[in-house]
């Protein structure tokens, strides 16, 4: 993990509305976020009780 020091901007009242992060971090964490999805789709499919074919077997099956 790398460090990073996160700035805020605030409304007139001083309460954080937004962060400003180095475009390198905001990278690796859309990354993450984007691998999160993916294993929580993979666990949901794993969760479901059906059968599931290899691709290539699919993919012969609709004649491609």
């Known amino acids: 993990?790398?460090?990073?020091t996160e700035k805020?901007?605030?409304d007139s009242l001083g309460k954080p509305i937004e962060v400003v992060l180095p475009y390198d971090y905001y990278q690796k964490l859309l990354f993450e976020l984007e691998e999160t999805d993916e294993l929580k789709a993979f666990d949901a499919a794993k969760a479901r009780d059906e059968e599931f074919?290899?691709?290539s077997k699919a993919m012969e099956e609709i004649g491609l």
Do not use: A, E, L
Not at 1 to 4: R, Y
């Open 1 to 4: 993990m790398i460090s990073v």
């Open 8 to 10: 805020y901007i605030v």
């Open 53 to 55: 074919i290899p691709f």
